[in-house]
């Protein structure tokens, strides 16, 4: 299994930054991918989900009608679509891979149950 994600960056308040995930090892069947961010002093904070087989997706309520996550199952490639950015998205991103059955736990906003994950990217919102 592997997971690399890029995209991360430098943005004012406002902007936009598309974040990407390279997966490798298993399926789009078999796995969902969700994003989860870890900002400076703050603990782990789901973001968003992906079921890439049948497209049900979660959002937490800090990102919901911001972000938008994406699956290219060709590429097998997730993306994370950001908009409207705020100070408060500082963190590091990583996205994450689980089974379907973990969906509860995983799309959260305390999510666990995560089968591997990244070494992340780190996004950065000047005000």
């Known amino acids: 299994v592997q997971l690399v994600e890029s995209g991360g960056g430098l943005v004012q308040a406002g902007g936009s930054l598309r974040l990407s995930c390279a997966t490798a090892?298993?399926?789009?069947?078999?796995?969902?991918i969700s994003w989860f961010r870890q900002g400076p002093g703050n603990e782990r904070e789901g973001v968003s989900c992906?079921?890439?087989?049948?497209?049900?997706?979660y959002y937490s309520d800090s990102v919901k009608g911001r972000f938008t996550i994406s699956s290219d199952n060709i590429k097998n490639t997730v993306y994370l679509q950001m908009n409207n950015l705020k100070p408060e998205d500082t963190a590091v991103y990583y996205c994450?891979?689980?089974?379907?059955?973990?969906?509860?736990?995983?799309?959260?906003?305390?999510?666990?149950?995560?089968?591997?994950w990244g070494n992340g990217t780190l996004v950065t919102v000047s005000s």
């Open positions: 090892g298993f399926t789009a069947d078999d796995y969902d």
């Open positions: 992906i079921n890439r087989s049948n497209g049900r997706t």
């Open positions: 994450g891979v689980f089974p379907d059955y973990y969906w509860n736990y995983v799309c959260s906003a305390r999510p666990y149950g995560m089968d591997s």
